[in-house]
């Protein structure tokens, strides 16, 4: 499947989870994640799904009225739900990779955490420029994304917790070099992709709610 392809599909099953109007949020988590893990768990494929998702959520919102702002609430919640657990997935990727230090460069493990850092912006971001022209959408959006900022966001503290995980690796701050072609091959972010697809699945198989 094409990435624009993709990103029809991931929209076009956001807007119907929306529509439906019953168990959203399971919905919309569940799709978002199967989403993210299509491709490397890099930060353009997490802002190209949460794009997708954001596009989806207002398309699909668009077609409510008196319960809109619950709707876009239990959708939004998702999506931040589901970028926190991949935030997870990509510090438990940081720290395997910190373990192999003789693999992975300083300037890669840096770029990586800080693109952990900037997923909370990158969420509420994501949901500010997928609105459309519809004031009454805007609104709720931007109630919803005021109040997220002052309140925090669930991405936004898995991602203190990971950053403060990985402050006390043993190898963190050291200069590392490039030593061996793996780490040309598996890249820190097909080690989260894969640690995310087993965390996707293991909620799946004990029944949990996702």
Not at 92 to 113: C, G, M, P, W
């Amino acid at each position: 499947m094409t990435e624009i392809n993709q990103h029809q599909d991931v929209k076009d099953k956001i807007r119907e989870a929306v529509e439906s109007g019953f168990d959203i949020h399971d919905k919309v988590k569940t799709i978002t994640l199967k989403a993210l893990t299509v491709s490397e768990l890099d930060i353009e494929n997490i802002k190209n799904v949460a794009e997708s998702v954001s596009q989806g959520i207002n398309e699909g919102i668009s077609t409510q009225s008196n319960d809109a702002k619950v709707i876009f609430t239990h959708a939004a919640s998702a999506l931040d739900d589901a970028l926190a657990v991949a935030a997870e997935a990509s510090k438990l990727a940081i720290e395997e990779a910190s373990s192999k230090v003789s693999e992975y460069s300083h300037h890669e493990l840096n770029r990586a955490t800080q693109d952990l850092h900037d997923l909370e912006g990158l969420f509420l971001d994501t949901l500010e420029k997928a609105l459309n022209s519809n004031q009454v959408i805007a609104d709720i959006v931007g109630d919803f994304v005021s109040h997220a900022r002052h309140s925090g966001t669930a991405v936004g503290q898995q991602t203190l917790t990971a950053l403060e995980a990985l402050k006390k690796l043993p190898h963190w701050g050291k200069e590392t070099v490039v030593s061996s072609t793996v780490a040309a091959t598996i890249t820190l972010a097909q080690i989260g992709s894969g640690i995310l697809m087993g965390i996707t699945e293991s909620l799946q198989s004990s029944g949990s709610k996702i």
